[in-house]
């Protein structure tokens, strides 16, 4: 049930990505279906109430295997937004999504993503905090694969990051592994397995436009300087 609910929201929030891409371009259409998948995620259950219901780290496994399921859905979402969005401007210098600078801003946006979110998921019982810190995974991800590979398209690093949907409860199941039960009570369990599926998919839609958007200001502030130096050696002395 949860799943089939999951999936709904999703669909419902590529349809708000759809519209929005076609109004005002894909950072909107992207941030338009995160905000969609973020009403959805404030519906869902929180890991200390579903350790507290099966008691055996099994359930991380299958949060893990839902997430992958929701990470690919969320990949198909986010592949017709970004097919039926309103082409932007910096898009035409842009690599494709398939080329080695994506991988690269991708590899990237995982781990700075990751680490991100751990700072900020002080607890599974506050979705608001748990929502966030996906968010902020989404921004800096962005922002520092952005910086690393700045012709990755936007796309990229919502692709990469969804694969944290699997990754957080996976790697709650490997290093608290049968103490799961007790680490939960005892509210100290893996940061990343704090944050639900459906938690990530909404906070890296609501975040990579924003990462985006701060990266090209830094890049913008950078080229400024330059550009003026450039245009200053060119003209003639007086």
């Keep these: 049930t949860g799943v089939a609910m999951s999936a709904g929201v999703l669909v419902l929030a590529c349809i708000a990505g759809v519209i929005g891409g076609r109004l005002a371009g894909l950072r ?3 941030f338009s279906a995160g905000i969609v998948v973020g009403w959805g995620a404030f519906a869902t259950a929180r890991l200390d109430t579903i ?11 299958t949060l893990a295997a839902e997430g992958l399921l929701l990470a690919a859905l969320g990949t198909v979402a986010t592949l017709v937004i970004v097919k039926t969005a309103k082409p ?3 898009a035409r210098h842009h690599a494709n999504l398939l080329s080695l600078e994506s991988a690269k801003g991708a590899i990237v946006a995982i781990i700075v993503g990751a680490a991100g979110a751990m700072l900020v998921a002080r607890t599974s ?15 800096v991800g962005t922002l520092v694969g952005r910086v690393v590979a700045h012709r990755a398209p936007l796309g990229a690093f919502a692709l990469a990051a969804f694969l944290l949907a699997a990754i957080g409860p996976a790697s709650g199941a490997m290093i608290n592994g049968t103490s799961i039960v007790e680490k939960v009570y005892a509210g100290h369990e893996f940061a990343l397995a704090r944050i639900m599926p459906l938690d990530w998919i909404a906070g890296i839609m609501l975040g990579v436009p924003v990462g985006a958007s701060w990266a090209s200001s830094m890049v913008e502030k950078h080229a400024h300087p330059h550009a003026s130096h450039a245009s200053q050696a060119a003209s003639p002395a007086r």
């Design 28 to 30: 909107t259409a992207l």
């Design 51 to 61: 350790i507290r219901r099966s008691h055996d780290v099994s359930a991380l496994w």
């Design 88 to 90: 932007e401007l910096e």
């Design 125 to 139: 019982k506050d979705v608001g905090q748990t929502l966030g810190a996906a968010v902020v995974a989404g921004v």
